[in-house]
């Protein structure tokens, strides 16, 4: 089912928001800083109660939340521990339970080793997939993720990118990605969602909304590299490339309109 | 001196080995550094948090357990997470409080504020409680009171990465025009495009030093960066690989030039 949030309002934060969220699909928030991206994905969750408005959720959906800094979800001495009482809730025995964790830890390609030790001593990058781990193994059927890829390097990212496509596509899962690494939002979303002073600007599929250069600019909102290039060919001289995601193909289209 | 930084024959008897590392005084560096342990000892010198035995010596005074406050009163290290930065009840009083304690005047603690919300639009958060501030405010705030003290060593350990697009700009402004008065910048990140930001740039990996070169010179080195997979920044990358069909003959840095010159 799908999460319908009608005219949501939060304090001063977020002003009479109508959205609906895609089913099985990944959506992406962005927006500048304070702008109310973390609080829209916390009304979602329920963390906060919006002051006035509705959201529409299927109660038996497991709705699982990534926070920004992952320190502070840590609370116990290592990391099994930490995976271990995510799972209690299931009543699942011993043997079920170890199987998850190496599960889950598989999937964001942790080392096994890590397991014993402190969560808090773990490095960033490695605090980062520990978080998203304890989102995974719980089997959640949302998925809430607040930053994910923050200060996370290339590779790491090009990761967590395809194990969110993977999970999508093979679970049917929903997840909301809030972010600031507008790269990020471009390469994994399907569904944007942009907003600004707690009010939303565009939302939309992904080139219908990243197409809208000045608006987003107006709004304070960067726009993937690529599609800035092909804008301002546009723009400057009325060249269109068509939108891409790869560099390789803005090369073949640079190449074509070149030769005419 | 000529070295801010100076790092010689780093040993800590385990993966890290004669590492050695020099940074000019009055440079802008880049450190990318992917997962790589020396980049934590890194910090911890910087900050004189921990003591070495081999040779570090840091704005001219060696590392060890005597010059850990002298070392400490030339360098300022900002974090990813700036929340010890926020102790009192209003933002408005944490910024008095620090920059108050950190010698300067009431003028020119007011004229630092004003300028302050009229480049960044702050006004209204200004009274509110640190704890209702998302974490880019939260960092904006720190950038801001980092780089308002007079330093002569600022490190950034991915201190930008909640900032949006426009703010990121404009904090890097700041960060040029503190730099053009002699203040060394290290900025450890993780975001290829940060590098454009620098003059220089350094490459860790496998706690050794893969390359250290000026940015302007970073298209020869193209090879180096993308097998040590560091995604370039999508200008260069641009540029290198249109450079390859033979459409332009030099690397370029801005995305409106590139597409003067393509299609005159």
Redesign the interface.
């Known amino acids: 089912m799908e999460i319908e949030l009608k005219n949501i309002s939060y304090r001063k934060i977020i002003k009479k928001v109508n959205v609906t969220i895609p089913t099985s699909k990944i959506t992406c928030i962005i927006g500048p800083i304070g702008s109310g991206k973390t609080t829209l994905l916390e009304l979602i969750k329920g963390i906060k109660t919006p002051t006035s408005g509705s959201i529409l959720i299927d109660e038996n959906q497991k709705i699982s939340f990534t926070k920004q800094f992952p320190e502070e979800q840590f609370f116990y001495k290592t990391v099994r521990e930490e995976l271990e009482k995510n799972l209690k809730i299931f009543n699942y025995n011993e043997e079920k339970i170890n199987k998850k964790i190496i599960d889950s830890f598989k999937m964001v390609q942790m080392k096994e080793e890590l397991l014993s030790k402190d969560p808090l001593t773990l490095k960033r990058d490695d605090m980062k997939k520990l978080s998203l781990a304890l989102s995974l193994c719980i089997n959640p059927s949302v998925l809430i993720l607040d930053e994910p890829v923050s200060n996370m390097n290339y590779l790491d990212k090009q990761n967590v990118i395809k194990l969110l496509k993977t999970i999508k596509r093979k679970y049917n899962k929903t997840i909301i990605i809030a972010t600031n690494d507008i790269e990020f939002a471009h390469l994994i979303s399907d569904y944007v969602i942009a907003i600004n002073n707690g009010q939303i600007i565009l939302e939309g599929d992904k080139y219908k909304v990243f197409k809208e250069y000045d608006l987003l600019k107006e709004n304070n909102i960067s726009i993937p590299k690529i599609i800035e290039f092909e804008s301002i060919a546009l723009r400057e001289k009325k060249i269109k490339l068509g939108y891409r995601d790869e560099i390789n193909d803005l090369i073949k289209d640079i190449l074509r309109k070149k030769e005419v | 001196m000529t070295n801010i930084v100076e790092i010689k024959n780093l040993n800590n008897g385990d993966n890290i080995s004669d590492f050695s590392l020099n940074i000019k005084l009055g440079s802008f560096s880049t450190i990318?550094s992917?997962?790589s342990i020396v980049k934590?000892y890194l910090i911890d010198y910087l900050s004189a948090k921990k003591v070495p035995k081999s040779y570090v010596k840091i704005c001219g005074v060696f590392l060890n357990s005597k010059n850990i406050k002298e070392i400490r009163k030339h360098v300022l290290i900002l974090g990813?997470?700036p929340d010890n930065f926020f102790i009192c009840n209003t933002v408005l009083e944490d910024i008095n409080f620090f920059l108050k304690h950190n010698g300067l005047s009431d003028l020119e603690i007011t004229s630092k504020i004003n300028n302050f919300v009229r480049d960044f639009d702050v006004e209204k958060?200004l009274n509110l409680s640190p704890t209702l501030?998302?974490?880019?405010?939260k960092?904006?705030i720190a950038i801001f009171l980092a780089t308002s003290v007079k330093t002569d060593l600022l490190v950034l350990d991915?201190a930008t990465?909640?900032?949006?697009?426009?703010?990121k700009e404009k904090v890097y402004d700041i960060l040029h025009k503190l730099n053009k008065n002699k203040t060394t910048i290290i900025n450890f990140t993780?975001?290829?495009?940060d590098i454009l930001k620098g003059v220089e740039v350094i490459l860790l990996k496998d706690n050794k030093i893969i390359i250290q070169t000026p940015v302007k010179n970073m298209l020869n080195d193209v090879k180096i960066f993308t097998d040590n997979?560091?995604?370039l920044p999508?200008?260069i990358?641009?540029s290198d690989?249109?450079s390859y069909?033979n459409?332009i003959n030099k690397s370029y840095t801005d995305?409106?030039k590139?597409?003067?010159d393509?299609?005159k």
């Open positions: 990318l992917s997962n934590d990813e997470n958060i501030l998302s974490c880019g405010q960092q904006l991915n990465t909640m900032l949006d697009f426009n703010t993780n975001d290829s495009e997979s560091i995604r999508f200008i990358e641009l690989k249109l069909y459409i995305i409106t590139l597409v003067n393509l299609w």
